[in-house]
C-alpha cells in the first residue's frame, strides 16, 4: 500500500482555499479519498517533514495536521490487520474510512471499539470515574488539559495523538504563555490516557522540568503572619492563618494537610518530655510515613480545630495567603523564577504575591535547619524524605521528635 496527499488548486474556496485529498494505491487498485481538509495552496507541502503537511501559516494547521495524521494512522491499521490474517483490502474497506457527502459509514456491530479512537475528553471521564475520592484541585488541573486538547483539536482521540501531534501540541501550549510545570501536567494526563488505554506509553511522551528557588520566610516574616490583626467579620483569613501555621509548623504539603483526621494524632511518651501529641500519618505524594510531635502553637491549633481540619479549595487558599501577606507588610523583592521551553524567565515580586500553599513547607524547612544548628538529618526526617527505607529504625521519633520541638523552641516564632 502507498499513499500520498494531494491538493486540487482547480478548485478554490471562496477564501481560496483548496481541497486536500488522499491517494491511495493498493493491489493495482486506486482510490482518492476526500480527507475534510482545505488550505491555501501556498501552504500545502506533500512531502512535507514530521507530518506537516499544512505549513503553521495556515490558521488552524495544528488541528488539520492531526486530521491528516489521523487518517493515515486509520489507513495503515486497516492495512496491517489484513495483512496479518492474510486478506485482502476491498475498495468498499477504504472508503469506509472516510465520509463522504449525503452518505453515513456504518459501525462495524461486532467490532469491539478500539482504545485508539476514544478521545481525551472520554478518558478523562474513565479516570474520574475510577478516581471517585479525587480532590477539586486535581480534577480542576485536569479539566483544564482538557480544555486545552479540545481547543487544539475539538474531539481528538489517541490514536491521532502522534508524535509529531505532541511537539505541535507543546508549541501550542507554550505560546499560550504556559510555564514548564504547567505543562508537566498536561503530559502527565497524556500519560495517563495511555495507561487506561493500556498502550505503551511513547519514550517520546516525557518533558524535563526545572524549578526555580522556592519562596521561604525568614523568622520575622512568620511572626508577622502570626500577629498581625485581620478584620474580625473576616473570618477566613482567621482560618487560613491557622491553616498556614500549623503547616509550617509540621513542614506538610497542602495535600497532606487536606487528608489529616482525629486518629492521626494520639499521646505518645517522648524522652525526656513526657506525653506530647503525635502526628502519623502517610504522605500523599510518596507514601512515606511522617511521625513528628506537635510544637505547642500546633497543638494548641488541633485542640481548635476538634480533628477536623477546616479545608478549602487550594486556589482560595492561595488568594488568602496573599492578602494575609500583603496585610502583614511582607514587600520585601523576590525574584520568581520560571521555567518555559527550558529558559528561565525572571519576574521580580514584592513578597506577598510569590506565596503559595506550598510556601509553608519550605519555610519550616528552613526554619528547623537554622534553629536546629545545621542538622540536615533532623530537616530530612521532619520533611518525610527519610521514611520508609530510612537507616534510622524505629526509633526516629524518640530521637529526632525531641530534637524537632527543640529547634521550634530555640526559634520562639510563633
Known sequence: MQYAFRQLPSRPDAQGRCR????????????KLPTGVSCQPAHFAADAKLGRTIAKAEPGSPGLNTK????????TDLFNKADAHRQAVSREQVLALVRKPGQAVAPA????????????????????????????????RYQQVVNHLEKFQPGMSLRQFTKPVYFEYLAYLYEAGLADATVSQHVKFLRIAHRLAE?????????????????????EELQALARVELPAQHQYLHRERERLLFQTLLLLRDSDLRQLKAHHVSEQLLPGIGLTPVLEFHQVKTGHEVRLPLPPAAAAIWQRWQGQVPVVAQQKRNAYIKEIAEAAGLTRTFVRVRFRAGKAEEEPLPLWQAITTHTPRHTGADLVLWGSGGDQHLKEVALGHLAGGSVYGYDTLDRYGPLFLQAWEKLGAL
Open 20 to 31: 486536500v485529498l488522499l491517494d491511495v494505491t493498493w493491489a493495482n487498485q486506486r482510490e
Open 199 to 219: 498502550r505503551h506509553i511513547p519514550a517520546w511522551l516525557a518533558l524535563r522540568v526545572k524549578f526555580g528557588r522556592a519562596v521561604s520566610l525568614r523568622v
Open 68 to 75: 491528516l495524521a489521523g487518517l493515515v494512522a486509520e489507513l
Open 109 to 140: 456491530a461486532a467490532a469491539p471499539p478500539d482504545p485508539l479512537d476514544t478521545t481525551f475528553l472520554n478518558y478523562y471521564a474513565q479516570w474520574q470515574q475510577e478516581h471517585p475520592g479525587s480532590t477539586s484541585d486535581a480534577l480542576r
